[in-house]
C-alpha cells in the first residue's frame, strides 16, 4: 500500500485485541450510502476495496483499516447567494432589515432544502495498527483528519491511549546538521529535495529540488542561518519520503515488488479510488 503522507502515533498501552476481535468492534459501524437528509457519514468498509471482505487486512503483526467518508457538496457561495435572494425579499417585501440571527434561520432552511437534492463525495482514510511496536499509522497530512480517524476508532473501540509522536531533539536542527556534516545515520541516504528556511520573522524560504543537497550553495545558505525544514530521505533503499519539520513523516512511495499478488491488490484498490472520485 503507498501511504503519500504519515502521521504517525504511539500507543501508551499495549494493544492487544486480535484481528477478529477488532473486525467484530468495527462491524458495528460498517459503512452505509448517505440518507436524503444526511449531510455526512462516517464508516469502515475494506481496505482492498472490492478485492477484500473483511475490514481488518493484516499483514504480520500489522493491522490496516479503511474508514470512508461521504459527504454532501453544498457549495458555500451558492448558500450564500440563496440566503441573500431570500433575505433581500422578506427586506423588500416587509420593510425591514433582516439581522444576524433570522439570516443564520434561513441559512438553516436552505441547507435543509439543499441537501437532498445535493450531489456527495466519498474518501477514504487508510491506518494501520503495529500491535507488536505500539504504533497507530495514519495516511493523511492534515491533523484533523487524523484525529477525526481516531475519533471514530475509539468510538468504535471504547478506548484508544494514543499521543502524537514526540521527539528528543528538534527535527530541523538534526537535519541541517545531516547537510551541514554530511553525515547521516548507516540506513538513511539524503535524496534531492528540501526546504531551507531562515527563522527570522518573514525570513527567506528556499526550495531545492532534484539537486545536489551537498553542493556550494546549500552550504551558503546553511551558513548564512537557514535551516532545513523539509528533506528528502531514503532508508534501507526500501522507502523514500519527504522529512518535515511540522508533520512527523511526508512520505513520497513505498517501494516495494510490482509483482507481488498484494501490490496487484492494492493497486487496483487506488485506481477505483480515483474512479470514485471523478
Known sequence: ???????????????????????EKLAEKTFRPLGDMEPAFTGWT???GKEGRQLVHTVGNCMMLCARKEEKILPA????????????????????EVRARERR????????????????????????IDSRNGW???????????EAFIDLLRECLGTLPVVPLQVAESPDAVMTEWLKE????????????CELRDLMEDGAIVRVRREDLFSDEIRVHLEAGKRAMRLALTWEERVSFLL?????????RRLVDPSSREAALLTRRAHSARGEAK
Open 136 to 146: 497507530l499509522v495514519v495516511d493523511t497530512a492534515t491533523a484533523s483528519r487524523a
Open 105 to 128: 434561520e434561513l441559512k438553516e432552511t436552505v441547507l435543509l432544502e439543499m441537501i437532498p437534492r445535493a450531489f456527495s463525495k466519498s474518501h477514504h482514510q487508510y491506518a494501520y
Open 244 to 252: 518535515d519539520r511540522c508533520q512527523p513523516w511526508r512520505a513520497k
Open 182 to 193: 554530511s553525515g547521516v545515520p548507516a540506513a538513511i541516504q539524503i535524496g534531492d529535495e
Open 46 to 48: 475494506e481496505p482492498l
Open 77 to 96: 457561495a451558492a448558500v450564500r447567494e440563496l440566503v441573500e435572494a431570500r433575505a433581500g425579499e422578506i427586506e423588500e417585501k416587509e420593510g425591514r
Open 1 to 23: 500500500m503507498w501511504f503519500r503522507n504519515l502521521i504517525l502515533y504511539r500507543f501508551t498501552q499495549a494493544f492487544d485485541l486480535d484481528a477478529e476481535t477488532l473486525e
